[in-house]
């Protein structure tokens, strides 16, 4: 099965999520904050990422976008819930910066298991290219001339 790092704030929903993925198969690491899990992503990799999107220290969306930089780059599923009213906001900006999917708590553990399931079986996310020329030409397709 897969190797997911699973951070999440919530210490109770971090170990019940991490107890339903490892009866899946799985292997968990945890970690309680964005920067923590990113230390942690770096010295072990990851077949998944599963973050909380408000969290103290380093918010899952500052995460999301400093995995983007990783490589190889994650696969990563969004997580929300704590802060109904924002929600609607950060769920999408998760999706935008490269989230596959998101999910709003509560969770149904099968939708959850589906979900990572789903995910796994999708090729692994392209890295992110970054131009070093300088020339402003990042982005442009060649002219056809």
Known sequence: MAS????????ILRNMTA?????AGHTVDTANNGNAGLAL????LHDLVITDIVMDEMDGLKLIDELRQTEPRPRVIA??????F????????????????ILAKPIMPNV??????????????TPVRHSKGGDGSAGRRPSKT
Do not use: C, F, N, W
């Not at 997580?79 to 109904?84: D, K, L, V, W």
């Open 4 to 11: 997911i790092l699973l951070i999440d704030d919530d210490e």
């Open 79 to 84: 997580i929300s819930g704590g802060h109904r």
């Open 41 to 44: 992503y770096k010295s072990r």
């Open 86 to 101: 924002s929600q609607p906001v950060y769920l999408p900006a998760a999706k935008r910066l490269g989230a596959e999917r």
């Open 112 to 125: 959850l298991l589906q979900t990572v399931a789903d995910v796994l079986a999708e090729p692994a996310p």
């Open 19 to 23: 107890m339903l993925l490892l009866s």
